[in-house]
């Protein structure tokens, strides 16, 4: 990097539908800086030697998406102990002297989301989250850091919750699918970690009846923003949190690491990023 330009990327596989350039680019502009975020297709057996290359290409640092989250952990030299805890990593920093260092700004995201769109979401009410993937683990150790009492994890293969509420010493309550319906009783939040209701997925077949009116309903896709379980809960007058907000907040760690500005998330940035959600 030369006269103060900087470069970040995302790497995927595939990778042509990540929004996250849309998201740095803005902040580059809003705050003059000399630098691009790109993205960079990386088939999963090419990952070690692109993250590899970073320091010699001149990269500030990537972040990584599908199929790579969990993989990289294999190549950093350095992971902080709350990513090694998830077992994923979202974000990379090169370091001055050429050493990578991973970290998971997805927890961050969740609770910066949570807190900008629903300030009072704590309440001595239970969680439920549905998922056991690598979203389902982010989201499950911001809430068992916040201290929330009572946790309960859904997922269609109930082994894998099982294994995931094992990460967390089995703080999680885990029920079957059969259960996510009559699981919803006297909640306070409802988070879905799951693709169910994404773009090009099938649907989320999940009763609302049981759900407090007073609840927040969090769904962390942002493709469709609107998601028929956002609407749902919205009909019946709950609040609802897309997932737009997450994919800005986790952004913010890894663009103050690597372009040295902490950037904000703002109603402009919103609009812009709306925009790219545009068909």
């Not at 989250?129 to 946790?151: N, T």
């Not at 970690?193 to 759900?211: E, Q, R």
């Not at 663009?255 to 959600?277: H, K, N, Q, S």
């Amino acid at each position: 990097m030369t006269d103060g330009y900087r470069l970040a990327a995302v790497m995927g596989w595939p990778v042509a539908h990540s929004r996250s350039p849309a998201l740095h680019r803005y902040w580059l502009e809003r705050h003059g800086l000399a630098g691009d975020y790109v993205k960079l297709a990386v088939p999963p057996d090419r990952l070690g030697p692109a993250l590899r290359a970073l320091p010699n290409l001149g990269f500030a640092g990537c972040n990584l998406t599908i199929p790579h989250k969990e993989a990289a952990l294999a190549f950093l030299d350095e992971v902080d102990p709350q990513a090694r805890a998830i077992g994923a990593v979202n974000t990379v920093t090169v370091r001055p002297d050429g050493k990578l260092h991973g970290s998971n700004s997805d927890v961050f995201g969740f609770l910066a989301n949570l807190e900008a769109e629903a300030p009072d979401w704590r309440a001595a009410a239970p969680a439920v989250v549905l998922g056991a993937g690598g979203a389902a683990r982010a989201v499950l150790a911001a809430l068992v850091a916040e201290g929330v009492p009572e946790i309960r994890v859904i997922n269609r293969r109930q082994e894998r919750a099982t294994a995931l509420a094992a990460l967390f010493d089995g703080k999680p309550t885990v029920l079957p699918w059969e259960q996510r319906g009559t699981a919803l009783s006297g909640a306070a939040l409802l988070v879905n970690a799951t693709s169910l209701g994404m773009s090009g997925a099938p649907p989320l077949d999940l009763s609302l009846d049981a759900l407090p009116r007073d609840a927040v309903v969090n769904d962390i896709v942002y493709a469709p923003l609107e998601t028929p379980l956002l609407a749902a809960a919205r009909r019946r007058g709950n609040r609802a949190v897309d997932g737009l907000g997450m994919l800005m907040h986790q952004g913010r760690p890894g663009f103050a690491a690597w372009f040295g500005i902490e950037p904000e998330v703002t109603p402009e940035l919103r609009a812009r990023m709306l925009a790219t959600l545009t068909p």
